[in-house]
């Protein structure tokens, strides 16, 4: 990157890699992670070969070699960063920082100790994820924490019809299907869990839903596109301006 003498970046927009599902086109929807309209700066994608949904959020270890080769073509392309397309992905954060030189960010299980630092004694956090069963203390290690420290809460919507067609090759987005069965996820989660104190979506196909579930239950909510946001600004600095009378 260059810079130029009065302190900005060389760069006029920043551009973040994807690395993305092998499960059909991205999607469309604003607030998707694969989706343009989700963020205010610049995309590139590149698949991961092989890393279907159910693979993915199952035994993916096997799936370290096409991550790789992405996150290569993906800093080969000059991307300022990379991020993943799954919250499951976090189990390859540590591997992916050392073999990349720029900034990875694999999962919104990322923002988890952060969030934990923020929060009321007595208060916990609620993650949310496509399928509980197999969202395990490997992928809180691997994004850098374990919730044998952290107080955490988990729910999954693996159950939900709508939901479940994930795991079919070409990720059908029935939006009013999908919102109502997270919201019924989040009913009973909220409800038997009253020490909540936010909620952390891991999967990046909720966060379309983000708004109307902190309207719901007014509790802080993250997810992988507020963590970059953080990093894209972080990346693309500019001067502040005062605010106009």
């Known amino acids: 990157m260059s810079y130029r003498t009065d302190g ?6 920043v551009v973040i890699g994807v690395l993305m599902l092998d499960s059909g086109p991205p999607f469309r929807v604003p607030g998707c992670a694969g989706s343009d309209d989700t963020y205010s700066f610049q995309l590139k994608r590149r698949i991961v070969k092989g890393a279907t949904v159910s693979r ?11 991550i790789l080769e992405a996150a290569g073509e993906l800093e080969g392309d000059g991307v300022d960063a990379i991020m993943g397309n799954c919250g499951f992905m976090a ?8 073999k990349v030189s720029v900034p990875v960010f694999t999962s919104s299980l990322l923002l988890v100790p952060l969030v934990a630092g923020m929060l009321p004694k007595g208060k916990r956090i609620g993650i949310l994820t496509y399928k509980a069963p197999t969202l395990t203390e490997t992928h809180y290690l ?5 919730s044998k420290d952290v107080p955490i809460a988990v729910a999954g919507v693996q159950d939900k019809p709508a939901w479940r067609l994930f795991m079919t090759p070409e990720h059908p987005f029935h939006e009013e299907n999908l919102r109502r069965e997270l919201l019924s996820v989040c009913d009973d989660f909220v409800a038997g869990h009253p020490d909540l104190g936010a909620l952390v979506l891991e999967c990046t196909a909720m966060p379309p839903f983000a708004h109307t579930i ?8 993250f997810d992988i596109s507020t963590l970059a946001a953080l990093v894209a600004d972080s990346l693309g600095r500019k001067a502040f301006q005062r605010r106009q009378a």
């Open 8 to 13: 900005t970046s060389g760069k006029d927009q």
């Open 56 to 66: 993915m959020t199952s035994d993916s270890s096997d799936l370290l070699a096409p």
């Open 91 to 98: 189990i390859f954060q540590d591997v992916l920082r050392q």
């Open 142 to 146: 691997g994004a850098g924490w374990s």
């Open 214 to 221: 902190h309207a719901r239950f007014g509790l802080p909510v």
